[in-house]
Antibody, heavy 120, light 109 residues
Framework: EVQLVESGGALVKPGGSLRLSCEAS????????IHWVRQAPGKGLEWVAC????????YYADSVKGRFTISRDNAKNSLFLQMNSLRVEDGAVYYC?????????????WGQGTLVTVSS | EIVLTQSPATLSLSPGERATLSCRAS???????LAWYQQKPGQSPRLLIY???NRATDIPDRFSGSVSGTDFTLTISRLEPEDFAVYYC??????????FGQGIKLEIK
């Protein structure tokens, strides 16, 4: 069974840093683009970033560009999100999600999410 | 930037009724690149529809998707109690690479 398990969420002060992880199992991790999507409390979904299957290409939302870095370790079936210069508005549940990487891109499996709170 | 506008914000219906949820794109979106998700309270989103009209694995056939120009529609033919949730449309390929609509809350009347 496909599983994505996020970890690393915590309470952090504005301006601080945090590194999220997502551990994948049940599928060939190295064949899929993987995404981070976040959801602030009581709000909608916001796409954050994604990284290609090989890790050579990454894309970011404008709201996090220059502050967040997505990376992966295919040998360890793991995805990461390094978050620097955190702002109050970055507080959210962060989900990792698998992309089918097909003719119709879509996020077909999601993790349970990890909560990031940015507050002084 | 492609903006997806979903309407109505809240839809109040009874079990057994038909639900029609709208997602309008601010510019042309390739039909293959439009998906719908369902999210229940405290749960992760679940893929319902991809390529505008294709049901994802294990999604009941009461869920269907359609498109007309830049207007995408998710229809639930006969609402079951478990269908009351928030629904998001999502597009791929614009800038930013992925965009979600703001969501539609489907609530029990």
């Amino acid at each position: 069974e496909v599983q994505l398990v996020e970890s690393g969420g915590a309470l952090v002060k504005p301006g601080g840093s945090l590194r999220l992880s997502c551990e994948a199992s049940g599928f060939t991790f190295s064949r899929h683009t993987i995404h981070w999507v976040r959801q602030a409390p009581g709000k909608g979904l916001e796409w954050v970033a994604c990284i290609s299957s090989s890790g050579t290409r990454s894309y970011y939302a404008d709201s996090v560009k220059g502050r967040f870095t997505i990376s992966r370790d295919n040998a360890k079936n793991s995805l990461f999100l390094q978050m620097n210069s955190l702002r109050v508005e970055d507080g959210a549940v962060y989900y990792c999600a698998r992309d089918t990487s097909s003719w119709a891109p879509r996020l077909d499996w999601w993790g349970q999410g990890t909560l990031v709170t940015v507050s002084s | 930037e492609i903006v997806l506008t979903q309407s109505p914000a809240t839809l109040s219906l009874s079990p057994g009724e038909r639900a029609t949820l709208s997602c309008r794109a601010s510019q042309s979106v390739t039909s293959s690149y439009l998906a719908w998700y369902q999210q229940k309270p405290g749960q992760s989103p679940r893929l319902l529809i991809y390529g505008a009209s294709n049901r994802a694995t294990d999604i009941p056939d009461r869920f269907s998707g359609s498109v007309s120009g830049t207007d995408f529609t998710l229809t639930i033919s006969r609402l079951e109690p478990e269908d009351f949730a928030v629904y998001y449309c999502q597009q791929y390929g614009g800038s930013p690479l992925y965009t979600f609509g703001q969501g539609i809350k489907l609530e029990i009347k």
